[in-house]
């Protein structure tokens, strides 16, 4: 759900020679977030096979962490100023194939 707003950022809102940078960052976001999210199953998992955090505290964490990267995000928020880049449609030459 979050990729289809990203690609309407990045298509929108960054000028054309971005395009592939911020999309890079996005999907580089996506890993880390895979890998901390790998790494907090791993720490959470009991060498006997139970887990630490079970039910409704396990998504709780995890709440915690996204109301904590919304707050540090705040700033960016503050100052971002958003423009609309309309990119151009160029035809392409008919070659007669």
Known sequence: ???VTH???????????????????YL?????GNFFTAQ????NQNPDGTV????ASYFYFFVVVMVVAA???LPVVRFYKGRTYIQDEVETPDNGL
């Open 1 to 3: 759900m979050v990729s």
């Open 7 to 25: 690609l309407e950022f990045a298509y929108t809102q960054e000028p054309k020679r971005m395009k592939s940078i911020v999309m890079c960052t």
């Open 28 to 32: 580089g976001a996506i890993s880390l």
């Open 40 to 43: 907090f199953n791993k720490y």
């Open 52 to 55: 630490k955090f079970e039910g």
């Open 71 to 73: 707050i540090l995000f």
